[in-house]
């Protein structure tokens, strides 16, 4: 096999384990807005409330005879369809978010390499750019787990919790735990395969 070839299926088999990182990360944001929910809710409120709520027209309804075959064709069709669109966001969804969260790390370690050289008095060149750049991803992946899980661990004080306060740290833990697993796994991996720090996502 062509040592190119080889080392690109490296890199992305590596990156994969780590693209399940990323996904779980998006999983342990996504739970901290779930604990969040009831505070989110009286902040939406507390805006609609001072607006004047129009009552609409009632419309009436002609309703279809529910035995008509004609009605269950149609329903058996839409059923069908929202199955195969679960089945494509279950399949498609993580793919999409890795590659959005990968973007939005190397964009920002990329952004503040430059100034981290400049506060560190060290010249901004190829070689310490993409050694900076590769310290500060893994910085940024560090903080994706721990801040969603002092923001759990804050939930407590939120009033009409939805969910049990055990139950949310507890869940929250587990998140960060198999996203800090994929991320050392990877890491292990970039050391073992000897892949290049530039090609780490």
Same mark, same amino acid.
């Given at each position: 096999?062509?040592? +190119?070839?080889?080392?690109?299926? *490296?890199? *992305?088999? +590596?990156?994969?384990?780590?693209?399940?990182?990323?996904?779980?990360?998006?999983?342990?944001?996504?739970?901290?807005?779930?604990?969040?929910?009831?505070?989110? $809710?009286?902040?939406?409120?507390?805006?609609?409330?001072?607006?004047?709520?129009?009552?609409? @027209?009632?419309?009436?309804? +002609?309703?279809?005879?529910?035995?008509?075959?004609?009605?269950?064709? #149609?329903? @058996?069709?839409?059923?069908?369809?929202? =199955?195969?669109?679960?089945?494509?966001?279950?399949?498609?969804?993580?793919?999409?978010?890795?590659?959005?969260? *990968? $973007?939005?790390?190397? *964009?920002? @370690?990329?952004?503040?390499?430059?100034?981290? =050289?400049?506060?560190?008095?060290? $010249?901004?060149?190829?070689?310490?750019? #993409?050694?900076? +750049?590769?310290?500060?991803?893994?910085?940024?992946?560090?903080?994706?787990? #721990?801040?969603?899980?002092?923001?759990?661990?804050?939930?407590?004080?939120?009033?009409?919790?939805?969910?049990?306060?055990?139950?949310?740290?507890?869940?929250?833990?587990?998140?960060?735990?198999?996203?800090?697993?994929?991320?050392?796994?990877?890491?292990? =991996?970039?050391?073992?395969?000897?892949?290049?720090?530039?090609?780490?996502?």
């Amino acid at each position: 096999m062509d040592i +190119t070839k080889k080392s690109n299926i *490296k890199s *992305k088999f +590596t990156n994969f384990i780590g693209g399940i990182g990323y996904f779980f990360c998006v999983l342990q944001w996504s739970w901290v807005l779930v604990l969040y929910f009831s505070l989110l $809710k009286d902040f939406i409120g507390y805006f609609e409330s001072s607006e004047q709520l129009v009552e609409p @027209a009632p419309v009436a309804v +002609t309703v279809a005879n529910p035995t008509s075959p004609f009605l269950f064709i #149609i329903g @058996a069709i839409v059923v069908v369809f929202i =199955l195969a669109l679960t089945i494509y966001m279950v399949v498609k969804m993580p793919s999409v978010i890795n590659k959005s969260a *990968k $973007k939005i790390v190397h *964009k920002s @370690a990329d952004s503040f390499a430059p100034l981290v =050289l400049r506060i560190q008095k060290k $010249k901004d060149n190829p070689r310490n750019k #993409i050694r900076l +750049t590769f310290e500060l991803i893994l910085i940024f992946k560090v903080a994706l787990i #721990i801040i969603p899980i002092i923001l759990s661990v804050f939930s407590r004080f939120v009033n009409n919790q939805v969910i049990d306060f055990y139950i949310a740290i507890w869940i929250s833990l587990f998140l960060a735990g198999i996203s800090l697993i994929s991320f050392v796994i990877q890491y292990i =991996l970039v050391k073992l395969l000897l892949i290049k720090k530039v090609d780490v996502a």
